[in-house]
């Protein structure tokens, strides 16, 4: 009898692999979903949540799977259930509402976007009018000018947009902006609203989170020095959807937005020899995890982690949910 020599696996191929820092959640969207967390512990399922509490279909179907129901608007929700606001912020009509109905309700809004809810006020009540830049349609946008009468802000979405937008009437001008824009498309359409409108303040970062402008820096570099970057987040999430564009505009040859690893035609991987990895700020770790997992189920992969700001900032939670 012949024995013959087993035929030996085949070799993967090499991969260099490296991990944005920072990456994945930030402390607003940990906030936000602890909220909804706890209101379940306290109060009992079912919890309402207006909107999706933030934008990635992995934390919603968890949340869901743990007693919460996602609704459109308030008048889907009994009065003796409680209601959580998403992180995105709501107009100032629907906390109104609540308190009329006598709902107990547990505002999730990030810190960061009361700010500019906050900043609208103090301009409007100063006699300006205000020039929002961000997405139409936008949860966040659509709180941030429910927060004053209508025709109090006025939407800018593009530089042609800025190019052409008229000052409604002699009031003077400020701005604000939606804060998971790309840093670097927000400054181009400032630099025109200034160009045309000079008594503008001077352009800012503040308004566009730290988190944001964090991940952005970091996908920065990996598409200065990666053929393929893999985004982990959701089609509706603002700032993961701006991290593939960033990616690209930095010089990567390719750049995809996944919700997880099973999303991934390993075919975008052909002749990639430095694969960038990241997430945005809604998307959890175990995702990042699992995709990384799976590169190395098909590659000889070097996993290095870049070097990148490291986030200590928190948000404390409602008295209510801590008492």
């Known amino acids: 009898m012949t024995l013959h ?5 085949p070799q993967k191929r090499p991969l260099t692999v490296r991990l944005a820092t920072p990456r994945g959640f930030c402390a607003g969207v940990d906030r936000a979903i602890q909220i909804v967390e706890r209101a379940i512990e306290k109060y009992g399922a079912p919890v309402y949540v207006r909107h999706e509490i933030v934008h990635n279909r992995h934390v919603v179907d968890r949340l869901k799977a743990l007693g919460a129901v996602f609704v459109r608007e308030l008048d889907e929700c009994p009065d003796d259930r409680p209601v959580v606001f998403s992180a995105h912020g709501v107009p100032k009509s629907v906390p109104e509402g609540a308190r009329a109905r006598e709902m107990l309700y547990l505002d999730a809004t990030c810190p960061l976007v009361s700010k500019v ?27 941030t000018m429910g927060q004053l009468p209508p025709g109090a802000i006025s939407l800018v979405e593009t530089v042609g947009d800025a190019e052409v937008f008229e000052r409604p009437g002699t009031a003077p001008l400020a701005y604000a902006t939606q804060t998971t824009l ?43 020095g990666c053929e393929l970057v893999l985004v982990v987040g959701s089609k509706n999430s603002s700032n993961s959807v701006r991290l593939v564009e960033v990616a690209l505009r930095a010089g990567a040859r390719d750049a995809r937005l996944v919700d997880d690893a099973s999303q991934v035609d390993w075919a975008w991987l052909d002749g990639v020899s430095t694969l960038g990895i990241t997430a945005g700020a809604s998307a959890p770790e175990p995702l990042i995890e699992a995709l990384v997992e799976a590169v190395r189920a098909r ?22 949910l801590t008492a």
Do not use: M, W
């Open 299 to 320: 590659f000889d992969a070097v996993v290095t982690e870049d070097g990148g700001e490291r986030e200590t900032v928190t948000f404390k939670l409602p008295r209510v």
């Open 117 to 143: 809810h906050v900043e609208a006020e103090r301009h409007h009540a100063a006699g300006r009018h205000i020039i929002l830049i961000g997405h139409a349609g936008h949860p966040e946008v659509v709180g």
């Open 182 to 224: 790309s840093v670097d498309d927000t400054s181009e359409i400032l630099a025109v609203l200034k160009r045309r409108f000079p008594e503008l303040p001077d352009p800012h970062k503040e308004d566009i989170c730290y988190a944001t402008t964090n991940r952005q820096e970091a996908v920065k570099r990996l598409g200065e």
């Open 5 to 9: 020599a087993p035929i030996p696996a």
